[in-house]
T-cell receptor, first 113, second 113 residues
Framework: GENVGLHLPTLSVQEGDNSIINCAYS??????FIWYKQESGKGPQFIID?????DKRQGQRVTVLLNKTVKHLSLQIAATQPGDSAVYFC????????????FGTGTRLTVIP | EAQVTQNPRYLITVTGKKLTVTCSQN?????MSWYRQDPGLGLRQIYY???????DKGDVPEGYKVSRKEKRNFPLILESPSPNQTSLYFC????????????FGQGTRLTVV
């Protein structure tokens, strides 16, 4: 599979602070990236996605940044809340190629009240 | 309510005893897929289906079979389970493909002894 990894396996932040979760990918041909959140005992939930023709995309309290030069993307969560505590996965894929995704190993985010 | 339903949620079986994990979605999605989740390895795709009677291998298809006879159902079949297939399994569906928001089931925890 693809080498989609994360710089930090765990991240702890104070409630109200901003969180940044990083992800590195190795396949320069990947042109589609997506972030999922997985709470304990549940299936992953879609957060946000981005195509390679964009550098930044914003959602509600979340922003994804894509740096194709260094094959890196990040997920920024503003004003982190206790409900944001979860494991976050990035995944990469190709819009034109096989219709599958390659997931990273995940980062566990813990929000300290 | 839009959902992906997997059954069973938990299963303990013995090596070699055929089993099926069912997956059903009520959103009329064309794309469905199966993943396994193992500690330290993240989510790995087993099989996916673009539509009825159209299935394809993902990253780790060995030891698994799938079928897509109806749009809403995508069962995962283990003809002869082995202990290395002990894992947490997720079914997912999305409207058009892997490159889009996917809805995941609650997961099936399988133990093969």
């Amino acid at each position: 599979g693809e080498n989609v990894g994360l710089h930090l396996p765990t991240l702890s932040v104070q409630e109200g602070d901003n969180s940044i979760i990083n992800c590195a990918y190795s396949n320069s041909a990947s042109d589609y990236f997506i972030w999922y959140k997985q709470e304990s005992g549940k299936g992953p939930q879609f957060i946000i996605d981005i195509r390679s023709n964009m550098d930044k995309r914003q959602g509600q309290r979340v922003t994804v940044l894509l740096n194709k030069t260094v094959k890196h993307l990040s997920l920024q969560i503003a004003a982190t809340q206790p409900g944001d505590s979860a494991v976050y996965f990035c995944a990469e894929g190709s819009l034109a190629g096989a219709n599958n995704l390659f997931f990273g190993t995940g980062t566990r985010l813990t929000v300290i009240p | 309510e839009a959902q992906v339903t997997q059954n069973p949620r938990y299963l303990i079986t013995v090596t070699g005893k055929k089993l099926t994990v069912t997956c059903s979605q009520n959103m009329n999605h064309e794309y469905m897929s199966w993943y396994r989740q193992d500690p330290g390895l993240g989510l790995r795709q087993i099989y996916y289906s673009m539509n009825v009677e159209v299935t394809d291998k993902g990253d780790v298809p060995e030891g698994y079979k799938v079928s897509r006879k109806e749009k809403r159902n995508f069962p995962l079949i283990l003809e002869s389970p082995s202990p290395n297939q002990t894992s947490l399994y997720f079914c997912a569906s999305s409207l058009t493909g892997a490159q889009g928001r996917a809805f995941f089931g609650q997961g099936t925890r399988l133990t093969v002894v």
